[in-house]
Each structure stands twice: as structure tokens, then as C-alpha cells.
């Protein structure tokens, strides 16, 4: 007869994730991903009677075996440290819960212990890690942002109509917002119409992106030149937001330069 130990003591958080269930679950039975996430030489073995290793970057290791994998929606091992200290390994528990929203994943996390100082003595922790665990699956799933953001910028110059509207479609949803100030719009053909306006109104004018895209976790941070004649006419910064298939879900724009 198996014998289920009983934690009283919980911790429990949970955080949003935009990316889809299958690709979360993936930095759990992957070891190179674990260890991007927890550092240099940790693994995860993620099988029932698998090692879990997490090699922390200040030097300690914490060990354990995992004991359930149901591939995309739930993890669970145990969990303590090789010194003992705090915890000894094995000596509590991690359940890992991903539950598919309309945004991505909901993650809910609950750490089982038998006392709860060591329970008070994690919690900050866990609040670290899993934000980090947010921007590091996010740094995978928007890879791309920087792409999207020069090909946001390029489908303004293009002077056909289908082929601009083409340009913006392979980039933002059907509803994308577009707001700065001349502009409030609500979907694909108004931003391609307004793009087309600008054109006959500006000729000649091409936007630029200047410098770095910043990212996190969706929201994308660029600055831009508008350029006509070899001359820079405008100065600005857009705030992009992308869905989890790193698409544009709306885009804010700020002219000028911070005074």
C-alpha cells in the first residue's frame, strides 16, 4: 500500500502567461530550457521517477524526483536542498498547474511543506522565479518582435493599396488599434486607409525604426524617425502590444522627444 505524505502547509501563486499551454509545459521536460530558467548544469528528468536538479547561480543546489507528468496541463516533484538547509531534499513538494486561457496560460504553482517558516522562507522566491519564468518564455515566444515592429514601419511607404493592406494583414489582428495624435483607429482598413492618406498628404516621408526594440512579456517599446529628402522631419516612440502569436494587438504613438 503507497503511502501519500500529507503537507499542511502551502504556497501558492499563480501568474498569466501569453503563450499557449504546449509551449509553457515545454520548459519543464526540456532540460537546456529548465536551465535558462534556474541556471548553468540544472536538469529535469520528466519522467515518474525522474531527477529534478536546480543548479542556483549563488551556488546552491536543490534536488528531487518528479512524480507526475500529464503533458500540457501539470507537473509535480519534490523538492529540498543537497545541504539540507533549509529543507532537505525530497522533504516538500511542487505542483505545477497550466490552465489554457483566452491570453495563453494561466500557471498555478503550489509548494507543499511540513513547516511553515520554511514555507515563509520561500515565498519571495517563488515570486522572483516565476517572473522570470514569464520573461523568459516570453523572450521565445516574441522572438520575432523586432521583425514585426520594422515591417510595421515599412507597410506605411507602400504606395498600393492591396499590397499595403496585404502587408498590414500578415502583422496585426483584424481589429488592431492605431492612437497618436492624429489618429483613432479600429481596425485593418482603417490603419491601411489612414497609411495611404499619410502618403499623398507626406510624399516621399518613410519611417524608420531608431535604435533597439525594448521587449517584455508582449509589450514592445521602440523609438522612430520619420525621414523625407535624406532629412529627419519627426521624432517619436510607439508602444506596441502583441497576442501569443506575436501579433499586433495595438500600437500607441508618442511624438517628439521626452522634454
Given at each position: 500500500?503507497?503511502?501519500?505524505?500529507?503537507?499542511?502547509?502551502?504556497?501558492?501563486r499563480?501568474?498569466?502567461?501569453?503563450a499557449n499551454?504546449?509551449?509553457?509545459f515545454?520548459?519543464?521536460t526540456d532540460?537546456?530550457?529548465w536551465?535558462?530558467w534556474w541556471?548553468?548544469?540544472?536538469?529535469i528528468?520528466?519522467r515518474?521517477?525522474?531527477?529534478m536538479?536546480i543548479?542556483?547561480p549563488?551556488?546552491?543546489?536543490?534536488?528531487?524526483?518528479?512524480?507526475e507528468?500529464?503533458a500540457?496541463e501539470?507537473?509535480?516533484?519534490?523538492?529540498g536542498?543537497?545541504?539540507?538547509?533549509p529543507?532537505a531534499?525530497?522533504?516538500?513538494?511542487v505542483?505545477i498547474?497550466?490552465?489554457?486561457?483566452?491570453v495563453?496560460?494561466?500557471l498555478?504553482?503550489?509548494h507543499e511543506?511540513?513547516?511553515?517558516?520554511?514555507?515563509d522562507?520561500?515565498?519571495?522566491g517563488?515570486?522572483f522565479q516565476?517572473?522570470?519564468?514569464?520573461n523568459?518564455?516570453?523572450?521565445?515566444?516574441f522572438?520575432?518582435?523586432s521583425?514585426?515592429v520594422?515591417a510595421?514601419?515599412?507597410a506605411?511607404?507602400?504606395p498600393?493599396?492591396?499590397?499595403?493592406?496585404r502587408?498590414?494583414?500578415?502583422?496585426?489582428?483584424?481589429?488592431?488599434?492605431?492612437n497618436?495624435r492624429f489618429s483613432?483607429?479600429?481596425s485593418?482598413?482603417?490603419?491601411?486607409a489612414h497609411?495611404?492618406?499619410?502618403?499623398?498628404?507626406?510624399?516621399?516621408?518613410q519611417?524608420?525604426?531608431?535604435?533597439?526594440v525594448r521587449h517584455?512579456?508582449?509589450?514592445?517599446?521602440v523609438?522612430w524617425?520619420?525621414?523625407?529628402g535624406?532629412?529627419?522631419?519627426?521624432?517619436?516612440?510607439?508602444?506596441?502590444?502583441?497576442?501569443?502569436?506575436?501579433?499586433?494587438?495595438s500600437?500607441v504613438?508618442?511624438?517628439?522627444?521626452?522634454?
Amino acid at each position: 500500500m503507497t503511502v501519500i505524505e500529507l503537507y499542511p502547509h502551502l504556497l501558492e501563486r499563480s501568474v498569466t502567461i501569453q503563450a499557449n499551454p504546449r509551449i509553457v509545459f515545454g520548459f519543464f521536460t526540456d532540460s537546456e530550457r529548465w536551465a535558462r530558467w534556474w541556471g548553468q548544469g540544472s536538469l529535469i528528468d520528466a519522467r515518474p521517477g525522474g531527477r529534478m536538479l536546480i543548479c542556483y547561480p549563488n551556488g546552491p543546489k536543490a534536488s528531487g524526483e518528479v512524480l507526475e507528468v500529464r503533458a500540457p496541463e501539470r507537473i509535480a516533484f519534490t523538492y529540498g536542498y543537497e545541504s539540507g538547509i533549509p529543507i532537505a531534499s525530497g522533504r516538500s513538494r511542487v505542483t505545477i498547474r497550466l490552465e489554457a486561457i483566452e491570453v495563453g496560460t494561466r500557471l498555478h504553482l503550489v509548494h507543499e511543506f511540513f513547516e511553515p517558516e520554511v514555507r515563509d522562507q520561500h515565498i519571495a522566491g517563488w515570486r522572483f522565479q516565476l517572473s522570470v519564468f514569464c520573461n523568459l518564455v516570453a523572450d521565445e515566444v516574441f522572438a520575432s518582435a523586432s521583425a514585426v515592429v520594422d515591417a510595421w514601419f515599412q507597410a506605411w511607404a507602400i504606395p498600393d493599396d492591396q499590397e499595403r493592406m496585404r502587408a498590414f494583414e500578415k502583422i496585426a489582428v483584424a481589429q488592431v488599434r492605431f492612437n497618436d495624435r492624429f489618429s483613432a483607429l479600429e481596425s485593418l482598413s482603417e490603419l491601411s486607409a489612414h497609411a495611404g492618406a499619410a502618403q499623398r498628404f507626406m510624399p516621399g516621408v518613410q519611417l524608420r525604426r531608431d535604435g533597439v526594440v525594448r521587449h517584455c512579456q508582449g509589450s514592445v517599446l521602440v523609438n522612430w524617425n520619420a525621414v523625407g529628402g535624406g532629412n529627419s522631419l519627426a521624432s517619436g516612440t510607439n508602444l506596441f502590444m502583441l497576442d501569443q502569436a506575436c501579433r499586433i494587438l495595438s500600437v500607441v504613438g508618442f511624438s517628439g522627444s521626452p522634454g
